[in-house]
């Protein structure tokens, strides 16, 4: 994704082209970028030889799932419904994981009977529940234990997940409650420690404290775990000066890990997978302008992006036509919904906008249309896929009709 004589291109297509064609709101991604951080992903961590489970929830769409099965990636599900695409995707059961610390007895049983990799279980009673399920249907279960390693990983509070305030594991305590629970059942079979610290990690330390905690544990334990899952949270730059995950020295503290304790190791990446090969294409509805700045009223909104209005999170805004012509102006980039919180970015050193000029919101791929929604009766934007010169339609527009 790139300029060209001053237009944006996504792989061999013009913005220009795409907004003619498909209107806005639309959200397009880079096959070429996509493949790009696959293969980038498994380069770092190929002495590992590592199971990688796609997070679903971090973009859930169909053809995109489609796709990574074709890169032998296995999925990370956090519901039924995300392990159905899954499946329908093809991706081998025997590479799927199911997280989260709500699971119902329907999803349970579900997972069971479709012969899923693991279920990472997070309570006494969820492991309760799985057992009752099996007990019925005189099956072994295959589970992993998922730790809250009280380990900060230096990202944003709400997108944490491995401190002790969290919802996410057990303490160690409760752990090893479980695992031994878990050994003297005829209906269980423990084979992961599970452990997932968040999301948008820049910083390989963190990581590490992780896997000291873990190798505490497993040397208290005396336990041979099958697999160690450790989760994914592997950040990317949103800006384009942000610090950049050291994925050398964390592949080796893993790989050093690996050796001593003779496991195979599990990622759930998302993010660093779908995060920088998506962007947000949005039409400039009016700039309105007040004594200390100027309102960039746009077509996107925050049901469309989340991620600014749920975090306070940072996406880069870029003109899809350069004019080198620099605003005297701050830029505030807002949506049309009826919220404060719907904005986007604050920019001073923006270049002219006029109305009806289009914009680019960058690395938007993760936790962009996943937690899109319906607000204010908006309907969700289409999805695109570009190869090259070819448009693939992977989502179309909602109609108003039949929202209503």
Same mark, same amino acid.
């Given at each position: 994704? !790139?300029?060209? %004589?001053?237009?944006?291109?996504?792989?061999?297509?013009?913005? %220009?082209?795409?907004?003619?064609?498909?209107?806005?709101?639309?959200?397009?991604?880079? +096959?070429?970028?996509?493949?790009?951080?696959?293969?980038?992903?498994?380069?770092?961590?190929?002495?590992?030889?590592?199971?990688?489970?796609?997070?679903?929830?971090?973009?859930?769409?169909?053809?995109?799932?489609?796709?990574?099965?074709?890169?032998?990636? $296995?999925?990370?599900?956090?519901?039924?419904?995300?392990? #159905?695409?899954?499946?329908?995707?093809?991706?081998?059961?025997?590479?799927?994981?199911?997280? *989260?610390?709500?699971?119902?007895?329907?999803?349970?049983?579900?997972?069971? %009977?479709?012969?899923?990799?693991?279920?990472?279980?997070?309570?006494?009673? =969820?492991?309760?529940?799985?057992?009752? &399920?099996?007990?019925?249907?005189?099956?072994?279960?295959?589970?992993? &234990?998922?730790?809250?390693?009280?380990?900060?990983?230096?990202?944003?509070?709400?997108?944490?997940?491995?401190?002790?305030?969290?919802?996410?594991?057990?303490? !160690?305590?409760?752990?090893?409650?479980?695992?031994?629970?878990?050994?003297?059942?005829?209906?269980?079979?423990?084979?992961?420690?599970?452990?997932?610290? $968040?999301?948008?990690?820049?910083?390989?330390?963190?990581?590490?404290? #992780?896997?000291?905690?873990?190798?505490?544990?497993?040397?208290?334990?005396?336990?041979?775990?099958?697999?160690?899952?450790?989760? *994914?949270? #592997?950040?990317?730059?949103?800006?384009?000066?942000?610090?950049?995950?050291?994925?050398?020295?964390?592949?080796?503290?893993?790989?050093?890990?690996?050796?001593?304790? *003779?496991?195979?190791?599990?990622?759930?990446?998302?993010?660093?997978?779908?995060?920088?090969?998506? &962007?947000?294409?949005?039409?400039?509805?009016?700039?309105? !302008?007040?004594?200390?700045?100027?309102?960039?009223?746009?077509?996107?909104?925050?049901?469309?992006? #989340?991620?600014?209005?749920? +975090?306070?999170?940072?996406?880069?805004? &870029?003109?899809?036509?350069?004019?080198?012509?620099?605003?005297?102006?701050?830029? =505030?980039?807002? $949506?049309?919904?009826?919220?404060?919180?719907?904005?986007?970015?604050?920019?001073?050193?923006?270049?002219?906008?006029?109305?009806?000029?289009?914009?680019?919101?960058?690395?938007?791929?993760?936790? *962009?249309?996943?937690?899109?929604?319906?607000?204010?009766?908006?309907?969700?934007?289409? !999805?695109?896929?570009?190869? $090259?010169?070819?448009?693939?339609?992977?989502?179309?527009?909602?109609?108003?009709?039949?929202?209503?």
């Amino acid at each position: 994704m !790139e300029y060209k %004589n001053k237009n944006f291109y996504v792989e061999q297509i013009s913005i %220009n082209k795409l907004v003619k064609k498909y209107k806005t709101p639309l959200y397009c991604y880079s +096959y070429k970028k996509l493949k790009e951080n696959i293969n980038f992903i498994k380069s770092k961590f190929k002495k590992l030889s590592p199971i990688i489970c796609f997070s679903v929830k971090s973009n859930s769409n169909l053809s995109i799932l489609k796709e990574l099965k074709k890169f032998k990636l $296995g999925a990370d599900v956090v519901s039924q419904g995300e392990l #159905m695409k899954a499946l329908k995707a093809g991706i081998n059961p025997n590479k799927i994981v199911f997280s *989260g610390v709500g699971k119902t007895f329907s999803e349970l049983a579900f997972a069971i %009977n479709n012969k899923i990799l693991l279920i990472n279980v997070e309570s006494k009673n =969820e492991v309760l529940e799985i057992e009752k &399920i099996a007990k019925s249907q005189k099956k072994v279960v295959d589970i992993g &234990i998922r730790l809250n390693p009280n380990t900060d990983a230096k990202t944003l509070k709400q997108i944490s997940t491995g401190k002790k305030e969290n919802k996410f594991g057990v303490d !160690e305590k409760s752990f090893i409650d479980l695992v031994n629970y878990s050994k003297n059942s005829k209906y269980l079979k423990l084979k992961c420690l599970s452990v997932h610290i $968040g999301s948008q990690i820049v910083d390989y330390k963190s990581y590490k404290k #992780m896997l000291i905690v873990l190798s505490k544990l497993i040397k208290k334990l005396n336990f041979k775990f099958e697999y160690v899952d450790l989760g *994914g949270g #592997m950040g990317i730059q949103y800006q384009l000066d942000s610090k950049k995950l050291n994925y050398e020295m964390y592949s080796k503290a893993i790989l050093k890990f690996k050796k001593k304790y *003779g496991c195979k190791i599990i990622f759930e990446p998302g993010r660093s997978i779908i995060g920088n090969a998506g &962007i947000i294409i949005s039409k400039v509805i009016y700039l309105k !302008e007040n004594k200390s700045k100027c309102f960039v009223i746009l077509d996107a909104a925050m049901n469309d992006l #989340m991620r600014p209005a749920l +975090y306070g999170a940072k996406h880069r805004i &870029i003109p899809s036509n350069k004019n080198n012509k620099k605003s005297k102006k701050i830029y =505030e980039f807002v $949506g049309p919904i009826c919220e404060s919180t719907d904005k986007f970015l604050t920019s001073n050193n923006f270049q002219i906008l006029k109305q009806n000029d289009f914009i680019i919101i960058c690395d938007a791929g993760a936790y *962009g249309y996943s937690l899109s929604s319906n607000y204010n009766s908006r309907p969700k934007p289409a !999805e695109i896929m570009i190869k $090259g010169r070819k448009i693939n339609l992977i989502q179309k527009r909602q109609k108003l009709a039949d929202l209503i």
